[in-house]
Structures are given as C-alpha cells and as structure tokens.
C-alpha cells in the first residue's frame, strides 16, 4: 500500500510559479512511477507529467512543456512539480498518483490539492 499527500497548492497570479509535492508512504517508493495528473471544472482529468522510478524517463502533456518540471528524492520519498509561467488555463486540482512500471493504470492517488491561477 501507499499513501499520497499532496501539498504546496494555491493561489498565483498568472506568470507565477508554485511547487507542488507529493509526500509518499511505504518503503517501496523507489519502485513505483509516479505521475501527476489534473481536473478543471467541467473537464476530465488528465496527466501533467510523469517521472520514473529512477528519476529517468521523464514525460510532460504538451500544454506544460518548457515551463514544468516533475522530480523526485527518493530519500525523502517525494515527488514534486515545478509550475512556472503558470496560466490560468492551469488552474485544476492536482492530483499525485504512483504505479507500479509493469501496471498500466496507476493503483494510488492522492486527495488533490487546488492550484488556481488568476489572471
């Protein structure tokens, strides 16, 4: 089992940056590939970025390419994302999610946290 919890979200104006992090449990974090994802109102959800078990192999929805930036210590057992230049196309719950590399669907997910973005 894991457990996910998101923080770092909140209100920025439009150009602004924010640092997501995602706090994981269990000693296998190392294992898993871990991703963010985020809803909009009215939208389904979608995936942000994704970074793999070795911090390689890293993959970004083309909407944030160039302005976000996923890492992880797994040390620390963290995933965090990097937002900048956000927009307010941005704004979304984001969620935090951990897979197992042979899975296709991720098994985890965290309870989301909202970053809003004025313009």
């Known amino acids: 089992q894991v457990q996910l919890v998101e923080s770092g979200g909140g209100l920025v104006q439009a150009g602004g940056s924010l640092r997501l992090s995602c706090a994981a449990s269990g000693r296998t974090f190392s294992t898993y590939v871990m991703g963010w994802f985020r809803q909009a109102p009215g939208k389904e959800r979608e995936i942000v970025a994704r970074?793999?078990?070795?911090?390689?192999?890293?993959y970004y929805a083309d909407s944030v390419v160039g302005r976000f930036t996923i890492s992880r210590d797994n040390a620390k057992n963290t995933v965090y994302l990097q937002m900048n230049s956000l927009k307010p196309e941005d704004t979304a719950v984001y969620y935090c999610?951990?897979?197992?590399?042979?899975?296709?669907?991720?098994?985890?997910w965290g309870q989301g946290t909202q970053v809003t973005v004025s313009s």
């Open positions: 999610a951990a897979k197992l590399i042979y899975k296709a669907d991720y098994d985890y």
């Open positions: 970074i793999g078990w070795s911090a390689g192999g890293t």
